[in-house]
Structure formats: structure tokens, C-alpha cells
């Protein structure tokens, strides 16, 4: 008998940015991901005229890309300002490695992208798995950070109100046992595989909805350290939970807390307006 069918986690699919695209490329990890990466910029520019310090990377939310903040650099860019983006490592065009998924290792992805394209320092927007990244990235590579606007992070994997609807964790061990059946060669002769989820598309799916539910564990004591400008975001109805965006805001020194009135979770989509100003506030 055929286990559960699952839905596989797909990446959501948003319209690429409109603002000039500089370059396009895909950024190797030492363990092996290919990080598709984006650098999107002023008009009638250059990849020379990239500057060191001062462009805008975003960080998007798992299951993601970083179309996510799609309207955020457009009007970034007809601003005059340089954005560097990528899709996480398992998630967009970006392929999954060989290490074991974790926030930490989703940060030093981002160093990895700045490294390769020749930049010290950036102003980090990010949302989501992407506002854990930001955290971590001024506490852990405060060299390399301006300043961060971190929107809908938890600090725990109970920080996150888990919509039933959703079904997290049915839909990770669904996955996670799908991709075993699949692999021990347990599907029938009826059954053409290629009209099912395959086991790498599975396991993934499996491992993005577990990172979720395993992960992160932060201490927000060891956010103290942090001392370049934060403004922590969350949505009105957002689905992370009040008592840990609030221990995060408190334990950034001079950190602001922004709640963005009617808007849920999917702050960069919802309200780019709010995010540009907080990063506007940084400048």
C-alpha cells in the first residue's frame, strides 16, 4: 500500500523584480550549493560600479525567493540604490548542498554571496527564516553589517503559531516518508514515477517544513552583542508570537520595534512601503 501522497513544499512563485538587473550568477558554497544570485541596481550601471558598502541585501522567508521583496527593490533601485539578493540554498534556483540545514548555515550562505561578489559591508533586510539570517548575521558577522530591518523572526520553534490548516509537521514526516518509500524502491510497475513527488523533490520539502519546526534556538542574551541599527517588524496579525518579538526587540540595545497595523506575516509583499521606511530611518 502506497503511503501518503504529499504536496510537496514548493518554492511560490512571484514576478522577478523590474529594476535593472547588473548581474546574475550562481555563488558555490564549500559544501556544494549553487546559490542563484541577483544584483539589481541603479539605471545605466555596472557590476564596476558595485559599491562595497552601503547596498541592501534581502533575506527571504522559507519556501521562498527573493521576488519575495520584489516591489522593496524596485523602489529601492529607482532610488538610486544597489540590491544584492539570492534565492536560500534548496529553495528558488538555488541547489540544496551537502550540510545539514540550519539558520546558522543560511547566514554564512550570505557571507559566501558578499564574499564572492566583493562586498564588505550591507544594510540586511529580512523576513521571516530570512529575519532569523539578519539576526544572526549582526550578531555573529558584525563586520559585515550595517545596519538590519529583521520582519516576522522567532526565536524559537514555538515562536511560530502553527495554522492548522497548514499542517506543518503532517506535511514534513509526509514528505520525509515519501522520499524513503521512494528510495527503497517500493512504488508498483503501475505506477510511473514521474507523475508523483520523486524522493530528492520529497526529502527536501520534508527538510525545509522541518527546519521550521526544529529550529532556530537562539538565546536572546547572546543578542546583546549586537550593536549596529536594528528595527525589529511585525505584522499586526502576524504568526509569530508577541512575547518572543518582544524579547527580541528588548534585548538589542536601542532596538525599535515596529507592528505594521493590518498586515499578517508576509510583511516585504504586504507593506514594501513600511520596510523601505524602516530602512530609510537607517541611512
Not at 115 to 139: N, T
Not at 151 to 175: C, E, F, K, Q
Not at 190 to 216: K, Y
Request: charged residues 20%; contains cysteine.
Amino acid at each position: 500500500m502506497l503511503p501518503r501522497i504529499p504536496a510537496p513544499y514548493r518554492t511560490r512563485i512571484y514576478a522577478h523584480p523590474a529594476a535593472p538587473l547588473i548581474a546574475a550568477r550562481r555563488v558555490a558554497t564549500p559544501d556544494g550549493a549553487l546559490l542563484a544570485t541577483f544584483v539589481y541596481g541603479p539605471e545605466g550601471a555596472g557590476m564596476a560600479d558595485l559599491p562595497a558598502e552601503g547596498a541592501v541585501m534581502v533575506l527571504h522567508g522559507n519556501g521562498g525567493t527573493h521576488a519575495t521583496y520584489t516591489a522593496v527593490i524596485e523602489e529601492l533601485c529607482a532610488k538610486g540604490m544597489w540590491v544584492v539578493a539570492f534565492d536560500a540554498r534548496a529553495q528558488g534556483q538555488s541547489t540544496r548542498g551537502s550540510l545539514p540545514l540550519t539558520y546558522e548555515l543560511l547566514a554564512e550562505d550570505a557571507v559566501c554571496v558578499l564574499d564572492a561578489l566583493g562586498v564588505s559591508r550591507v544594510h540586511a533586510l529580512g523576513h521571516s527564516d530570512g529575519g532569523i539570517e539578519a539576526l544572526l548575521l549582526a550578531r555573529d558577522h558584525a563586520d559585515r553589517i550595517v545596519s538590519i530591518v529583521a520582519g516576522g523572526a522567532n526565536l524559537t520553534p514555538d515562536g511560530v503559531v502553527d495554522d492548522p490548516a497548514w499542517d506543518t509537521v503532517g506535511s514534513a514526516a509526509a514528505n520525509l516518508a515519501w522520499s524513503d518509500f521512494v528510495d527503497g524502491g517500493g512504488l508498483p510497475d503501475a505506477i510511473d514515477p514521474t507523475l508523483l513527488p520523486s524522493a530528492e523533490e520529497a526529502r527536501i520539502s520534508g527538510e525545509l517544513l522541518s527546519l521550521m519546526l526544529e529550529e532556530p534556538h537562539i538565546d536572546p542574551a547572546s543578542l546583546s552583542s549586537i550593536a549596529c541599527a536594528v528595527t525589529v517588524m511585525v505584522g499586526e496579525f502576524d504568526c509569530i508570537r508577541d512575547d518572543e518579538t518582544v524579547a527580541i526587540a528588548r534585548a538589542i540595545p536601542q532596538a525599535k520595534l515596529i507592528v505594521v497595523p493590518g498586515c499578517g506575516h508576509s510583511i516585504p509583499r504586504q507593506r514594501p512601503d513600511a520596510v523601505i521606511w524602516a530602512l530609510e530611518q537607517q541611512l
